[in-house]
C-alpha cells in the first residue's frame, strides 16, 4: 500500500504525533510520503524522516510569545496564496506518487488536494473548531473567528475525522471539539496517539536512576514545546523562576536538538533535548509544560502530575489547561504571574493530587490503543482504494 502524510509544521506536536504511525506504517512494509514545515518539518528531519518541504502557515505571535491578532492578520495578508501554492504542491506529490489513501494530521491543504483528486484521505486532529480570544480587538477577533469557522467545513470533505483524544466525557480538548450533529457521525474519539506504552518503561525510581537522580526524591521535568518564539517565552521564564525549586529534582529540556552541552546547578540539570522524552516522562513526578494537547495527553499517559502554562490568549492551549485542571490532573500558571513563590505553590500543589485520576487515565490509554487504531483505519481504506 502506498500511503500520504501530511503533518501540521506549527510546532513539535503534530510531528511528534505523527511520527510513530509513519514509522509503523514503513515497518509493515508500506510505502509511505511525508510532507511538512516549519518546526515540523525539522523534528522529522531529525528523526530520520525522509520529508518534503511544503509552504509553511502560521499565527502571529506578541513578543511575550502569545497569540497576536494583529501580527496574525498581518503575517497573514498573502494566506489565500500560500494555502492554494500548499495544496498545488500536495497535488503534484499525490499525482505523482499516486497513493491509495491520504492522512492529514491537521493540514486542510493535504484534505482538498487528496479530494480534489479523488484519492480518500483521513483526518487526525485535536480541535475541529477553535475561536480566537483576545482581551483587545474585537473586531478583528469576530472577522478572524468567521474566517477560521470555514475550516470544519475542510475536515468533512474526510472519510472519516480521528480525534487524538479520549472520549466523552474524558476529553481533554473538549473545549475546542464542538460537533455539529451532522459532523458527529464522521468522528472517532481515537485516543491518544503514542508510539510507546508506560509499561515498556522502568517504574518511576528505576527511571530516576538511569537518569541519574536520586530515586527517593521528585523529579519535576520541564519540556519546553511549540514554535520558536513560544519556546523562548517559556524557557526564559521558568527559568527565571526556577529558584524558587532550588530544593527539587529538576530535568530542563530547553527544547532545541543539536544545541550545547548541559548544565548543572545544583539538583537541576539542563540539557538542550531529550533524546528519550518517555523515559524522562517515566522518571518524573510533576512535569511544567505549555498546554499543547500532544505534551498534555503524553504526561497523562505516564502518569505525571502537571503545572501547564498556556501561551497567553492561545484558545486551544486555555482550554486544554482549563480542562486538565478540571479533571485533577493539573495546575495552571499564568505566565504573566509567574515567579519563584508562584512556581513553588503550583509544584507543590501538583504533587499532592490525588493517583484516582491517573489510574484512570492510563487503564484508558491502554485500552484505547490509539495508535493501533489509526493504523488499522488507514490500512482499512487503503484496501478498499485498492490497496
Known amino acids: 500500500m502506498r ?20 514509522r509503523r506504517l514503513l515497518a509493515r512494509g508500506h510505502d509511505v510520503t511525508v510532507t511538512s514545515y516549519g518546526d515540523g518539518l525539522s523534528y522529522l528531519k531529525a528523526s530520520g524522516v525522509e520529508v518534503n518541504a511544503v509552504t509553511g502557515v502560521d499565527y502571529g505571535r506578541s513578543p511575550d510569545g502569545g497569540v497576536s491578532v494583529r501580527w496574525t ?36 491543504s493535504a484534505v482538498i488536494a487528496a479530494r480534489a483528486l479523488g484519492v480518500p484521505v483521513l483526518t487526525l486532529l485535536n480541535q475541529y473548531r477553535t475561536a480566537i480570544i483576545h482581551r483587545k480587538h474585537q473586531r478583528a477577533v469576530e472577522v478572524a473567528n468567521a474566517l477560521i469557522d470555514l475550516v470544519p467545513r475542510v475536515w468533512n470533505l474526510s472519510e472519516k475525522v480521528l480525534v487524538a483524544d479520549y472520549p ?20 472517532e474519539f481515537v485516543g491518544p496517539v503514542l508510539g510507546v506504552r508506560r509499561d515498556e518503561y522502568p517504574e518511576r525510581e528505576g527511571a530516576k ?7 527517593d526524591e521528585p523529579l519535576v521535568c520541564v519540556l519546553t514545546t511549540g514554535p520558536a518564539s513560544e519556546r523562548k ?31 548543572v546547578k545544583g539538583k537541576h540539570l539542563i540539557v538542550p533535548w531529550l533524546e528519550d522524552e518517555h523515559l524522562a516522562l517515566s ?11 500532544t505534551t498534555v495527553l503524553k504526561s497523562i499517559a505516564f502518569g505525571c502530575r502537571m503545572v501547564l502554562m498556556p501561551v497567553p490568549d492561545h484558545a486551544e492551549q486555555t482550554g486544554n489547561a482549563a480542562s486538565a485542571a478540571s479533571k485533577g490532573l493539573a495546575v495552571v500558571v499564568d505566565q504573566r504571574d509567574l515567579n519563584p513563590d508562584s512556581l513553588r505553590s503550583a509544584v507543590l500543589s501538583a504533587l499532592e493530587h490525588d493517583d484516582a485520576p491517573f489510574s484512570f487515565y492510563a487503564e484508558l490509554t491502554r485500552s484505547l490503543g490509539g495508535l493501533e487504531r489509526v493504523l488499522e483505519l488507514v490500512e482499512s481504506v487503503g484496501r478498499c482504494s485498492g490497496g
Open 209 to 215: 536512576q538511569i537518569l541519574g537522580f536520586r530515586p
Open 73 to 108: 492578520i498581518l503575517r497573514n495578508l498573502l494566506l489565500p496564496l500560500r494555502v492554494s501554492h500548499q495544496i498545488l504542491q500536495e497535488m503534484a506529490l499525490i499525482e505523482r506518487w499516486r497513493p491509495e489513501v491520504v492522512l492529514s494530521d491537521t493540514r486542510a
Open 168 to 187: 466523552p466525557p474524558y476529553t481533554i480538548s473538549s473545549r475546542n471539539l464542538p460537533l455539529r450533529e451532522s459532523e458527529v457521525r464522521k468522528v
Open 233 to 263: 517565552s517559556f524557557r526564559e521564564r521558568v527559568l527565571g523562576a526556577l529558584e524558587g525549586i532550588a530544593d527539587l529534582q529538576v530535568l530542563f529540556s530547553l527544547g532545541e536538538p543539536g544545541s550545547g552541552g548541559k548544565q
Open 283 to 293: 522518571a518524573a513526578d510533576v512535569v511544567i509544560s505549555r498546554a499543547g494537547q
Open 3 to 22: 500511503a500520504h502524510v501530511a503533518v501540521c509544521g506549527i510546532g513539535f506536536g503534530h510531528a511528534s504525533r505523527s511520527l510513530p504511525i509513519i
